[in-house]
């Protein structure tokens, strides 16, 4: 069993900065994957960056592309997501998930077996 733990979020005016965390319960990321996700109020949960282990390769949706980076501390069992130049429609919850098998699609969060409980990232104008 794989327990994850999202940290970081909290209210931000827009053009500021955020990172979030993702630990896991003492064991090294050492499945295939971590993707971050989110869910806005009203809409369905979207893809927003996934990291590969093997290959350290990198995906992320075009809506942050050049303003968010995934990155992975191997030591501290943690995954990061920093945030530049925040948006007021980057609002919303943001989960990470991992899955220990190899899968086709890390964008897709079917893929994934094990999910954070959350963490609330609001963006004001």
């Known amino acids: 069993q794989v327990l994850l733990t999202e940290s970081g979020g909290e209210s931000v005016q827009a053009g500021g900065s955020l990172t979030l965390s993702c630990a896991s319960s003492?064991?090294?990321?050492?499945?295939?994957?971590l993707g971050w996700f989110r869910e806005a109020l009203e809409k369905d949960r979207e893809f927003v960056a996934a990291?590969?282990?093997?290959?350290?390769?990198?995906y992320y949706t075009d809506s942050v592309k050049g303003r968010f980076t995934i990155s992975r501390v191997n030591a501290k069992n943690t995954v990061y997501l920093q945030m530049n130049s925040l948006k007021p429609e980057d609002t919303a919850i943001y989960y990470c998930?991992?899955?220990?098998?190899?899968?086709?699609?890390?964008?897709?969060?079917?893929?994934?077996?094990?999910w954070g409980q959350g963490t609330q990232v609001t963006v004001s104008s």
């Open positions: 998930a991992t899955v220990m098998q190899r899968i086709d699609d890390p964008r897709r969060d079917y893929e994934y077996d094990y």
């Open positions: 003492g064991h090294t990321f050492s499945g295939y994957a």
């Open positions: 990291v590969v282990f093997s290959t350290d390769s990198t």
